[in-house]
């Protein structure tokens, strides 16, 4: 499980949405499990350039990692691989070997996700198998699996920006037994071929056990 944290505000932050957009196609092409998340934070907002995909709850969970990974730092761009290592998000070598890690171990937990509409609503079931961790929460992210954007002002002025899985709606809810229902709202104009991704993540350690994505109908 990839999670970036950027922004279109930040100078350092294009070469990490490369890579990851780089990472998230190569490894679907080699039939590997990666879920790649782009989460834009929206405390770069008032430096000159108003991210389109901005949202406080980026943020947010951005803190939410700085709470409780080592180092306690926040900062673009930021990747974090499976909710317990973090590094700068460009650092192409230590995300390869943090992938390869990760695919190395078997997983003891698995996750199935499906999603229907109804009206502006979505609604996502999750079934969780195999060993359901005692303490955890489920993750949904509808993410929009190509976004760009042309910077008029700031550190990226006169840049096209192209992003990769582009998290536009979020929610957490604790894993209460093996079946949960989460709603969501539908996001406004949002691009054929959306992608929701669901992920299991322990608490208090944050580790991320169990992942799954499914295409949304459009």
């Given amino acids: 499980m990839l999670e970036l944290f950027t922004s279109e505000g930040c100078s350092s932050c294009p070469p990490a949405d490369a890579l990851l957009a780089k990472l998230t196609r190569e490894t679907a092409q080699a039939g590997q499990h990666v879920y790649a998340l782009s989460f834009h934070v ?5 430096l000159g350039w108003r991210d389109p995909f901005s949202s406080s709850l980026a943020s947010s969970r951005q803190r939410l990692y700085a709470a409780g990974l080592p180092g306690g730092a926040v900062y673009t761009p930021q990747l974090v691989v499976n909710g317990h290592e973090s590094f700068v998000g460009s650092n192409e070598t230590r995300a390869r070997r943090s992938i390869r890690a990760a695919l190395a171990r078997s997983p003891v937990t698995n996750l199935r996700i499906s999603a229907s509409a109804h009206g502006a609503q979505l609604t996502i079931r999750c079934e969780v198998t195999g060993s359901v961790p005692a303490r955890a929460v489920i993750n949904v992210a509808v993410v929009q699996v190509t976004a760009r954007s042309l910077v008029q002002r700031g550190e990226n002025a006169g840049r096209e920006l192209i992003h990769a899985n582009v998290v ?3 929610r957490s ?3 209460a037994g093996p079946r ?15 992608h929701l991704i669901g992920y299991v993540q322990v608490q208090p350690s944050l580790e991320v056990v ?8 459009q």
Avoid at 180 to 194: M, N, R, T, Y
Avoid at 210 to 217: M, V
């Fill in 42 to 46: 929206d405390y770069w907002d008032d």
């Fill in 168 to 170: 536009r709606e979020f």
């Fill in 173 to 175: 809810i604790p894993l």
């Fill in 180 to 194: 949960a229902a989460i709603q969501l709202d539908s996001p406004k104009e949002l691009a054929p071929g959306a």
């Fill in 210 to 217: 169990a992942a799954a994505s499914q295409q949304l109908s």
